[in-house]
Nanobody
Framework: QVQLVESGGGLVQAGGSLRLSCAASRSIFSRNVMGWYRQAPGKQRELVATITSGGSINYADSVKGRFAISRDNAKGTVYLQMNSLKPEDTAVYYC?????????WGQGTQVTVSS
């Protein structure tokens, strides 16, 4: 299976920025969707942003205008640039990959935003 390796999480003050990265350890199918989900304590995992191999992007309303997702198809890597962070963004962020073989999840990286 594909292993997704995440990095970039941490502690930041409100209004600050973080950049998350997620790289696939194995080759993946050309047609796929990669994205980021997040889960706060006691809450359901929710979609943050997705990007297809063709470049089609979808954002959750709560992050639209503040976050930017991008990818490098050759490297099988997806990024999430998070700006103007709010305490409400505090959560574990999970990388996700969906292709013809199935769905894969990263281990998650903690993002904490202090006020």
């Amino acid at each position: 299976q594909v292993q997704l390796v995440e990095s970039g999480g941490g502690l930041v003050q409100a209004g600050g920025s973080l950049r998350l990265s997620c790289a696939a350890s194995r080759s993946i199918f050309s047609r796929n969707v990669m994205g980021w989900y997040r889960q706060a304590p006691g809450k359901q995992r929710e979609l943050v942003a997705t990007i297809t191999s063709g470049g089609s992007i979808n954002y959750a309303d709560s992050v639209k205008g503040r976050f930017a997702i991008s990818r490098d198809n050759a490297k099988g890597t997806v990024y999430l640039q998070m700006n103007s962070l709010k305490p409400e963004d505090t959560a574990v962020y999970y990388c996700n990959l969906s292709d013809l073989r199935g769905m894969y999840w990263g281990q998650g990286t903690q993002v904490t935003v202090s006020s």
